[in-house]
């Protein structure tokens, strides 16, 4: 079964730091763009980043380009959000989502989901 | 930024009836548009991929279509299970940008 865990969410004071994580099990990890996508409460769904199968490259979305940071480790199947100068403007719940098919270039369908993890940003 | 408006915002119907959801694209996207379930506590769910693509397991009840900056999500007779809110998403173009969701709630 493909599955994706999310974890290391939090309540973080504005301008500190949290590391997400995100295990993936269930399918060949190396071979898929994987992405984060948020969704801040009462809010509608926001793409975060993406990183392509093996780490080489990145994108970052405009509103946290410079304080987020994608990556991977494809030896432990898992995949970082680390973030960095957090604002009040992120607190959400962080999805770690899967390209939904293994293909060099991203179609950027998303499919599966993790459950989510929530990230508050308040002091 | 390519802005993705849904409408309506939400919608009330009963088990049984058809129920249709439009996003508008603020410029063409091909069919680079996909469209989502997410149910309270739970993640969300691809239900159709490139317009009109269904997504493996995903029931025949649901169909997507349009191109160009006009798409509809159909569903036909409307189960208990379906009552959720929905996204389009597209990725024509980066940033890749969700609609603002329709909560279809029951009647």
């Known amino acids: 079964e493909v599955q994706l865990v999310e974890s290391g969410g939090g309540l973080v004071q504005p301008g500190g730091s949290l590391r997400l994580s995100c295990a993936a099990s269930g399918f060949t990890f190396s071979r898929y763009w994987m992405h984060w996508v948020r969704q801040a409460p009462g809010k509608g769904l926001v793409w975060v980043s993406r990183i392509s199968g093996d780490g080489s490259n990145i994108s970052h979305a405009d509103s946290v380009k410079g304080r987020f940071t994608i990556s991977r480790d494809n030896a432990m199947n898992t995949l970082f959000l680390q973030m960095n100068s957090l604002r009040a403007e992120d607190t959400a719940v962080y999805y770690c989502t899967r390209d939904r098919m293994a293909t060099v270039t991203p179609y950027n369908w998303f499919d599966p989901w993790g459950q989510g993890t929530l990230v508050t940003v308040s002091s | 930024d390519i802005q993705m408006t849904q409408s309506p915002s939400s919608v009330s119907a009963s088990v049984g009836d058809r129920v249709t959801i439009t996003c508008r694209a603020s410029q063409g996207i091909s069919s680079w548009l996909a469209w989502y379930q997410r149910k309270p506590g739970k993640a969300p769910k691809l239900l159709i991929y490139?317009?009109?693509n269904l997504q493996s397991g995903v029931p025949s009840r649901f169909s997507g279509s349009g191109s160009g900056t006009d798409f509809t999500l159909t569903i036909t007779s409307l189960q208990p299970e379906d009552f959720a809110t929905y996204y389009c998403?597209?990725?024509?173009?980066?940033?890749?940008?969700f609609g603002g969701g329709t909560r279809v709630e029951i009647k």
């Open positions: 998403q597209q990725t024509n173009t980066f940033p890749l940008t």
């Open positions: 490139a317009a009109s």
